[in-house]
């Protein structure tokens, strides 16, 4: 079992920054590919970004990548993601997820979700 516990989520303006955080709990934390997935409201959840097991590759969606960078810390056995230019369409409730699995952005493949942290950028 890994439980996992986002933070760091809040309101910004339109062009600022936020650093998202994912401390996780239980075993093997460092054999796990991570990810981050966000859902809008009346949306469906949506990959953001992920992270291979060594941290060694990253993998972004299209509408994110050059804005966010992901990056994992197996001695503190937590993520990050790290939000620059913020935009009102980056509104979302934000997840990170475990999966014990080579790198993946199908939600269905993730074994393990957190509880979420609201982002919400203002115009």
């Known amino acids: 079992q890994v439980q996992l516990v986002e933070s760091g989520g809040g309101l910004v303006q339109a062009g600022g920054s936020l650093r998202l955080s994912c401390a996780a709990s239980?075993?093997?934390?460092?054999?796990?590919?991570m990810g981050w997935f966000r859902q809008a409201p009346g949306k469906e959840r949506e990959f953001v970004a992920a992270?291979?097991?060594?941290?060694?590759?990253?993998y972004y969606a299209v509408s994110v990548k050059g804005r966010f960078t992901m990056s994992k810390d197996n001695a503190k056995n937590t993520v990050y993601l790290q939000m620059n230019s913020l935009k009102p369409e980056d509104t979302a409730v934000y997840y990170c997820a475990a999966a014990g699995v080579v790198v993946t952005t199908r939600a269905m493949d993730y074994d393990y979700w957190g509880q979420g942290t609201q982002v919400t950028v203002s115009s």
């Open positions: 239980g075993r093997t934390f460092s054999s796990y590919t």
């Open positions: 992270i291979n097991w060594s941290g060694s590759s990253t």
